[in-house]
C-alpha cells in the first residue's frame, strides 16, 4: 500500500533557526497535510495542501505542495521553544476506501532556547 | 467550544476483559474515524465512518469493532483486548467532502493490556 516516509526522524535546533522537513511518497497524492502533536495531545492540523505546486503560509510556517505530487516539505522560520514536537505529514490513501488517511511516521523536533 | 472528547483517557485492563472507549463530537462532522499510535510507526488509522451507519476498515482493523449508531458518537470496541493492543488511541472527526482530511483530533485514550 502507499506510504509515506518523513526526514528528519528527529531534530536538535537552537531557538531562532530555521527548520525544514520534508514527506516523500512513491506513490502520487493529490492532498498533502500536516500535523502537529504535542506532548501529551492529539495532533492538530497545521497546513492542508490541495494543488501541486501550492505554497501556503500559517504564522512561521510555511509548506509546499511537490510538482511532482509525490512531496511536500515544511518549513518553519525562526523557531521558537512552544514550536517542540512532531510533525506528521498526511494524505488519503487512493489504493483504500475514500476516508482512509494515512500518515508518516514523524519528525521529532526540539528547541534549545 | 468546539471539541472531540474521549473516555477514559487512561486505562488499564487484562488479556480477554472487554471494553469500550467513548469518543463523542459536537461539531455536527459526519466523518468520524480511529487511530492507534505507537512508538516509531506514527499512527494507523483502525476504522472510519462517513456517516451514521456507515462504517469501514482502515489499516489495521483486527481485533477491533466500531459501531456509528448516532451522529456525534463512534465507540471503539475491543471484544477480547491482547497485550498488542497495548497503545494510545485518538479518536478524529471532520466534515465530509474535499475537506475530510483536515481532522479535529481527541486527546487520546492510554490504553495498557495485561
Redesign the interface.
Known amino acids: 500500500?502507499q506510504q509515506l516516509n518523513q526526514s528528519p526522524q528527529s531534530m536538535f535546533i537552537q531557538e531562532g533557526e530555521d527548520v525544514s522537513m520534508n514527506c516523500t511518497s512513491s506513490s502520487i497524492f493529490n492532498?498533502w497535510?500536516w500535523y502537529k502533536q504535542e506532548p501529551?495531545?492529539?495532533?492538530?492540523?497545521l497546513i492542508?495542501l490541495?494543488k501541486a505546486g501550492e505554497l501556503t503560509s500559517n504564522g512561521r510556517l510555511t509548506a509546499q505542495f511537490g510538482i511532482t505530487r509525490k512531496d511536500s516539505f515544511l518549513n518553519i522560520s525562526a523557531s521558537i521553544p512552544s514550536d517542540v514536537g512532531i510533525y506528521?505529514c498526511?494524505?488519503?490513501?487512493y489504493g483504500?476506501?475514500?476516508?482512509?488517511?494515512?500518515?508518516?511516521?514523524?519528525t521529532k523536533l526540539s528547541v534549545k532556547p | 467550544e468546539a471539541q472531540v472528547t474521549q473516555n477514559p483517557r487512561y486505562l488499564i485492563t487484562v488479556t480477554g476483559k472487554k471494553l469500550t472507549v467513548t469518543c463523542s463530537q459536537n461539531m455536527n462532522h459526519e466523518y468520524m474515524s480511529w487511530y492507534r499510535q505507537d512508538p516509531g510507526l506514527g499512527l494507523r488509522q483502525i476504522y472510519y465512518s462517513m456517516n451514521v451507519e456507515v462504517t469501514d476498515k482502515g489499516d489495521v482493523p483486527e481485533g477491533y469493532k466500531v459501531s456509528r449508531k448516532e451522529k456525534r458518537n463512534f465507540p471503539l470496541i475491543l471484544e477480547s483486548p491482547s497485550p498488542n493492543q497495548t497503545s494510545l488511541y485518538f479518536c478524529a472527526s471532520s466534515l465530509l467532502g474535499r475537506t475530510y482530511n483536515e481532522q479535529f483530533f481527541g486527546p487520546g485514550t492510554r490504553l495498557t493490556v495485561l
Do not use: D
Not at chain 1, 40 to 45: I, K, R, S
Not at chain 1, 90 to 93: D, E, S, T, V
Not at chain 1, 98 to 105: D, E, H, S, V, Y
Open positions: 500500500g492532498t497535510l501529551g495531545e492529539g495532533p492538530v492540523l492542508a490541495y506528521f498526511a494524505g488519503p490513501n483504500g476506501s475514500q476516508g482512509n488517511l494515512i500518515f508518516g511516521k514523524g
